[in-house]
């Protein structure tokens, strides 16, 4: 007979039950966001492929890439994904919004430590693009 006791099994059967229904450990988000311009896209979502196990592979970064670069001004492009990183299944959000100059506005919201990651990335590219080491 097991040591628990009632209570807490029913605890571990609804929290089961809770997770299996995505009602329970639902993951708190972290955002960050950055302009880039057109010929920045490409190196910024091949460095945060290279960061993601799966579900962010070539195709789904050619797609992201494309419909950003395609936007006209105010028009607005959003797709979530299931991605792989550090053992996690995790959500990766990205909004993008066509600013004048042809300058968009990426928002990304993931875990924190997905989203740091992502932050050191665009960064780096950003970085380079102003001639900082």
């Known amino acids: 007979m097991s040591t628990r006791s ?3 099994r029913l605890a571990a059967i609804a929290a089961v039950f809770l997770s ?4 329970a450990g639902t993951v708190a988000l972290k955002e960050a966001s950055s302009k880039l311009a057109a010929d920045e896209l490409a190196p910024v979502f091949g460095r945060i492929q290279k960061l993601i196990d799966s579900g962010f592979g070539e195709s789904e970064r050619d797609v992201v890439v494309s419909s950003i670069a395609g936007l006209k001004p105010d028009d607005e492009f ?10 996690h299944e995790i959500p990766l959000k990205i909004h993008a919004v066509m600013a004048p100059r042809e300058l968009a506005v990426v928002d990304f919201a993931s875990t924190p430590d997905l989203t ?10 950003l970085d380079a693009r102003d001639g900082h080491r």
């Open 116 to 125: 740091d990651a992502i932050r050191r990335e665009v960064n780096s590219v």
């Open 6 to 8: 009632v209570p807490s």
């Open 78 to 87: 959003s797709r979530e994904f299931s991605v792989k990183f550090g053992g």
């Open 20 to 23: 299996l229904a995505g009602i």
